[in-house]
């Protein structure tokens, strides 16, 4: 008889209900911390904090640190852009006036549309802070400290961050998007006569 042809033991199905169970409560449990934004990037804080002192305590794992700052930063970038970039819609639009045939409105006046993301906030504090445990964890090996000259990868992320935020910057003022909003906008009631 072939092993794939004899029915799972029963030890090996029960492993796998406990393991549904646990991502069902897992996914439950995430899903509960949705609404409190404040108190998950609170909790993110505080691991990042830990992660720091572990660092500056340990004095290395510079590698470590550095990996996860380059992580962060190209997270902090997916959530600042847009998910449609408007340089790849300028470019398709520019196609599209060769061509023959009606094309949506591309003046100012045209209907709003809100910032969508490129990565969700609860997608970028979620894989930050996975990130940073994980870095944490990294830690506890002492084959991963691996001896660098500290500075210079300072002044490398500096100098790369910088550069990435000044090119972010000048993206979001040539097509002129806001990633972030502080809700809708008030109108105040002008008195009539």
């Known amino acids: 008889m072939d092993m794939e ?4 033991s029963n030890s090996v199905s029960n492993l796998m209900s406990y393991k549904l169970a646990y991502e069902r409560r897992y996914q439950a449990w995430l899903d509960s911390t949705t609404p409190f934004v404040t108190e998950r990037w609170g909790a993110f804080a ?4 830990i992660f720091i002192l572990r ?3 340990a004095q290395g794992w510079y590698i470590v640190c550095y990996a996860l700052g380059i992580y962060l930063l190209n997270l902090f970038l997916a959530f600042l852009t847009p998910r449609f970039d408007p340089a790849l819609e300028e470019e398709m639009e520019m196609e599209n006036e060769t061509e023959e045939g009606p094309s949506l409105p591309t003046t100012s006046d045209e209907e709003f549309r809100p910032f969508v993301r490129r990565l969700p906030e609860f997608k970028f504090w ?3 802070t996975k990130a940073t445990i994980f870095s944490l964890f990294c830690t506890i090996f002492k ?7 500290w500075p210079i990868l300072l002044m490398y992320f500096i100098i790369l961050f910088v550069l990435t ?9 040539r097509y002129r998007y806001l990633p972030f909003t502080t809700g809708k906008k008030q109108y105040t009631r002008t008195a009539s006569n």
């Open 55 to 57: 660092i500056i305590i």
């Open 5 to 8: 042809d004899t029915p799972p």
């Open 46 to 49: 505080g691991i990042l904090f």
């Open 165 to 173: 935020m000044k090119r972010q910057i000048q993206h979001m003022v």
């Open 126 to 128: 979620y894989s930050a």
């Open 143 to 149: 084959a991963l400290d691996l001896p660098v000259f």
